[in-house]
């Protein structure tokens, strides 16, 4: 297992880097001044600008040599500080964002891992319950009401269901206001007694014993936890249920009720552990997608999170800012892939034992 | 572990390989580029290599090279636009055909000014007046066929998703076929890149190009179409540059504000004449703020809003904290490169200028860091008398060095893609657009700092030494003396822009920035916010910069040690939300004080206005609020809004809108003579 999992960490790095130079390669295809289109949004005011541009990221040079900045950087001569190079952690400028893409990435990252965080309980667990009380009560009512639940949900567009939530519960009745965190919120965080540790919002209010900070960052994250859950509860019941219902028609399940177990333990105890290997290839998936950064609730929302930076930058042709989402969101995906492959060992035996 | 080994040495492999085919474009490209340098006149038998003009020839399949060098066809493309359906269907009725390029309240605006037309007629007779051909008979009467017998087809192009440029080459596509049908314009929309590719290359034959003014004044709104940066797209031949040159020259070293006039409208009358572009329309202001809102200064020149006389009435939730809620974010926060609205808005209220506008005037400037100034008699050296008492935000007092030190150090990092080309033209003569130019008139140093660095020792103090003599500080006496290359008429509103912001020289050093002194100044030249992140304030102004969060927001605070009297708010927070629908939901949740409006959004905030305050030409100003009683769907621009008759109660909407001031962006459809 150890070994396994040392094997599939060492390939990230070379299949990043493999990644990075064959976009390198596809942009060498523009010329010096189509290239220079990226760094610009509208023809500039003056035109010396495109050479301006052309010269100062060195587009027009011969293309080792151009791969070669690209890889270390450039030296000032003045300063001696180093100017780019992605083996030095420098992914360029984010154009959209006005820092280094690292850096934005470092800011909005953990705004999107504490919505992960706290939209993993409603979402899949709820989902999961939702999807098990359905099949328990295959064709009633309850079943009856969640497939049809189900199909709304999956049918109604994010950019509507969140638009809808922002006119009610933020218009008109108050609530839950868009954003990251109120104003008297941003004052206290940004005050000197605040100290970060974790960089989460609300583990950081909470380890600074601000039970308000924590609770009005929570109140913010309701509408984009809502939303969220909303969308993929649909999903969850749908592959919970229908695994459920193979499960239980077992013989291993006959076999439990004719010991006299009681139907709780018949559940819970026997079928919905088993139940449970699909779902978990979907709670996977589902803890990627809100790593990646969901964008249209984001934006609809307007909580800033890699979701909303990476849209911003596709929007408006920021090509590096993208480059640099793409190899982030390809890390998250092959780590989290590897979590999801180790998580289906912990919980079916058969895949340890094999 | 092996096949993997082998996929990723496959993939660079191929990647490799990929680069390398596509390695012979840049070496192509280069020669195109260099090639418009060498070629003066437009001639056909040059081969151009366009592939917008179709067979490049007069064949009725496509456009000879010079197709626009032809006044008549010029003239009769102007007469070709309609600008009725323009602004109605595209621009719902909000804007004004623009008879001239200088807007209201500058010498050279003329209500009665010579412009064009819709009139197919008249475009018909134009076009029978060309000679294509060049046998010197006009092409309704030529025997041999000209372009009346023998049409055209020629491509306009817009940048995809640019709905505005699209229809304007529709409207002139559908005219044109009408005129004749053999007149054949098709509309096409290509990808960013290669849009900017061909418009550096002068393929682009024919395109419409915008532009928002720096200051309000003619000369900005000429010298671009002429001798500056689009009429170098436009290969304007050398003949005319020196036609519009010499008037350019002319009015902007007159300061007297009545001779000017004489000169713009000279101008005018010249730009119709020859037409080197057809001018199409100003858009007008359709802006929005809740009615507890006051003190609002609505100057179109201004870099966003200015809050230091704003205030809200108590009806509001928190009266102290202003809301302003818009999409974008600053790019640097360094007021020698600020180029854009946000950045610009943040750096007016952090910082402040010599002189500012009166009020919602753009063409009166009252004092501000400078008490008073005088001009000597041949307008070339302003002397200033700086303010006593004033404070930056770090505590230091504010001296004549520090006004000297923020000019010189603008000037000395100067880059093409920063505002400093308005205040080297002043500095150093018309034309000399950057500090490169100075060094060395070769031209081989713009925007690159290590070839500046590298440059003659000698002849880089030389160019410091002769900005810090244009620009002299006298501590003792309490003056700045700035000495112009030659008299210049809008020497005023250039200064009173975000670019001739004061900064502490004490503090600039402490931040890295130029410690003022001529051996060091190159290894400054050229601070792009990559690698030159200038994300601190130090101003004078009556509000500090609390923080800037980027892609959230930017918190402004009050400044209490303020000069004057202190601002009445004490917080402006500046929130991006990108999103309409969002940033509508906050204005109706009343989160928000002002909030920015796109103009196919305009429709949905209309329904919450309550008061409305049309704008006023003749006084130049708005009139006061009057309650809105209805919308009139079947109008469109101003007329749209019904104002209620006395007696009569509004539809009590929060909002209030401001409607109809001409803003300062005009649209113009450029020609190009020389299509390469």
Redesign the interface.
């Known amino acids: 297992m150890l070994t396994y999992i040392i094997?599939r960490l060492l390939?990230v790095p070379?299949?990043l880097?493999?990644v990075t130079?064959?976009i390198?390669?596809?942009l060498?295809?523009?010329?010096?001044?189509?290239?220079?289109?990226?760094y610009?949004r509208d023809?500039?005011?003056?035109?010396?600008?495109?050479?301006?541009?052309i010269?100062?990221y060195k587009l027009?040079r011969?293309?080792h040599e151009q791969?070669w900045f690209w890889l270390v950087g450039t030296v000032?001569?003045?300063?001696g500080k180093r100017?780019g190079g992605i083996l030095f952690g420098d992914f360029?400028?984010s154009r959209?964002?006005?820092?280094?893409v690292a850096t934005?990435i470092r800011?909005?990252f953990p705004n999107t891992l504490d919505l992960t965080i706290w939209a993993v309980a409603p979402v899949i667990l709820v989902g999961i319950w939702l999807g098990v009380q359905a099949a328990v009560h295959q064709n009633s009512i309850i079943d009856q009401a969640a497939r049809i639940f189900s199909i709304v949900g999956t049918s109604f567009p994010t950019f509507v269901f969140g638009?809808l939530m922002?006119?009610f519960f933020?218009?008109k009745l108050?609530w839950f206001?868009?954003?990251?965190m109120s104003?008297a919120s941003?004052i206290i965080v940004?005050s000197e007694e605040f100290h970060t540790y974790t960089t989460l919002l609300t583990f950081d209010a909470l380890l600074n014993g601000r039970f308000d900070v924590f609770l009005d960052a929570l109140r913010h994250m309701a509408m984009p936890i809502l939303t969220l859950s909303y969308i993929s509860w649909a999903t969850f019941l749908r592959v919970t249920r229908s695994s459920m219902l193979e499960t239980l028609r077992m013989e291993y399940i006959t076999t439990a009720r004719a010991k006299g177990l009681s139907e709780h333990d018949v559940i819970f105890k026997h079928a919905q552990p088993n139940a449970m290997i699909p779902v978990v290839t979907l709670a996977g998936f589902s803890v990627i997608l809100l790593l990646g950064g969901v964008v249209i609730t984001e934006?609809?929302?307007?909580y800033?999170g890699i979701g909303?930076?990476a849209a911003?930058a596709a929007a408006q042709?920021d090509v590096i800012t993208v480059l640099g989402f793409a190899l982030f969101n390809g890390l998250i995906l092959i780590v989290s892939n590897l979590v999801v492959d180790v998580l289906y060992a912990v919980v079916d035996p058969r895949v340890r034992l094999s | 572990m092996r096949k993997m080994f082998a996929l990723l040495s496959l993939l660079v492999v191929f990647s490799m390989a990929l680069a390398a085919c596509g390695a012979p474009a840049p070496a192509a490209e280069a020669p195109a580029v260099e090639a418009p340098a060498a070629t003066e006149a437009p001639v056909e038998e040059m081969g151009p290599a366009s592939q917008y003009i179709g067979s490049g020839m007069l064949d009725g399949n496509g456009i000879p090279s010079d197709f626009f060098a032809d006044v008549h066809i010029r003239k009769a493309f102007s007469y070709a636009f309609d600008w009725d359906i323009f602004i109605a269907d595209v621009l719902q009725g909000e804007a004004v055909q623009a008879y001239q390029l200088p807007l209201a309240g500058m010498p050279g605006y003329d209500p009665e000014a010579p412009h064009y037309t819709f009139d197919l007629e008249k475009s018909a007779e134009e076009f029978k007046l060309a000679d294509l051909d060049h046998d010197g008979i006009p092409a309704g009467d030529d025997p041999d066929g000209d372009v009346w017998t023998t049409g055209f087809r020629i491509q306009m192009l817009y940048n995809q998703g640019n709905t505005t440029r699209q229809a304007i080459g529709e409207i002139l596509a559908a005219n044109l076929g009408t005129v004749n049908e053999l007149f054949s314009v098709e509309i096409l929309g290509l990808p960013w890149p290669a849009y900017l590719a061909g418009q550096r290359a002068g393929t682009i034959p024919i395109m419409s190009a915008g532009w928002q003014e720096d200051i309000h004044d003619p000369h900005n709104w000429y010298q671009p179409y002429t001798t500056g940066s689009y009429g170098g797209r436009q290969n304007m031949p050398a003949d005319m540059k020196a036609q519009f040159k010499e008037l350019l020259d002319k009015g902007v070293s007159e300061t007297d504000p009545a001779k000017r006039d004489v000169i713009y409208k000279e101008m005018n009358q010249l730009y119709y004449d020859l037409v080197p572009g057809a001018i199409l329309t100003a858009g007008i202001s359709h802006a929005y703020e809740q009615k507890w809102v006051e003190g609002r200064v609505y100057n179109p020149i201004m870099s966003g809003d200015y809050y230091y006389p704003m205030s809200k009435t108590a009806e509001a939730k928190d009266p102290t904290i202003f809301n302003n809620v818009t999409f974008g974010d600053a790019e640097t926060l360094d007021p020698a490169r600020v180029y854009d609205t946000f950045s610009g808005e943040i750096v007016q209220n952090v910082y402040e200028t010599l002189v500012f506008y009166d009020g919602g005037a753009t063409d009166k400037f009252v004092p501000m860091l400078a008490e008073s100034w005088t001009v000597s008699d041949d307008g070339t050296v302003w002397t200033f008398q700086i303010r006593k008492g004033v404070k930056f935000h770090s505590g230091s007092e504010m001296t004549p060095s520090d006004v000297a030190y923020s000019f010189q150090r603008g000037i000395l990092q100067g880059g093409t893609s920063s505002p400093q080309w308005l205040l080297a033209e002043p500095f150093f003569g018309a034309g000399m657009d950057d500090i490169a130019a100075v060094v060395d008139p070769e031209g081989s140093v713009y925007d690159d700092r290590a070839l500046m660095q590298a440059f003659d020792p000698a002849a880089l103090v030389a160019a410091c030494e002769k900005t810090k003599a244009a620009i002299v500080a006298d501590d003792a006496a309490g003056t700045v003396t700035m000495t112009l290359a030659g008299p210049w008429g809008p020497f005023l509103p250039t200064i009173a822009q975000t670019w001739g912001s004061v900064m502490e020289q004490k503090w600039a050093v402490e931040m890295g920035a130029w410690d003022g002194s001529c051996d060091t100044w190159q290894n400054f030249y050229v601070s792009e916010p990559d690698i030159n992140p200038f994300i601190v304030t130090n101003g004078t102004g009556a509000f500090k910069l609390d923080h800037w969060t980027k892609g959230e927001e930017v918190v402004l605070v009050r400044n209490e040690d303020y000069w004057r009297e202190p601002a009445k708010l004490e917080r402006i927070n500046i929130k991006e939300v990108d999103e309409w629908g969002t940033r509508f939901a906050m204005v109706q949740a009343g989160d928000v004080d002002i909030t920015d409006v796109n103009l196919e959004d305009t429709p949905q905030a209309d329904k919450l206005v309550g008061e409305v305050r049309f704008f006023n030409t003749e006084a130049n100003a708005y009139d006061p609020a009057v309650p809105l009683c209805s919308i009139d769907e079947t109008k469109i621009g101003v007329e749209k809004f019904i104002a209620c008759a006395a007696g009569e109660t509004g539809t009590g909407g929060p909002l209030r809108l401001l409607i109809g001031r001409p803003n300062i962006l005009q649209t113009v459809i450029i020609y190009n003579f020389a299509i390469k």
Request: net charge positive.
């Open positions: 094997r390939m070379l299949l880097f493999g130079v064959l390198f390669a596809m060498q295809f523009l010329s010096p001044i189509e290239r220079s289109a990226l610009v023809i500039p005011r003056n035109d010396k600008a495109v050479e301006g541009i010269k100062r027009d011969p293309m791969y000032d001569a003045s300063t100017a360029g400028y959209t964002g006005a820092e280094p934005l800011n909005r638009l922002l006119m933020y218009v108050g206001p868009p954003g990251r104003d941003s940004r934006t609809v929302f307007n800033p909303q930076a911003i042709l």
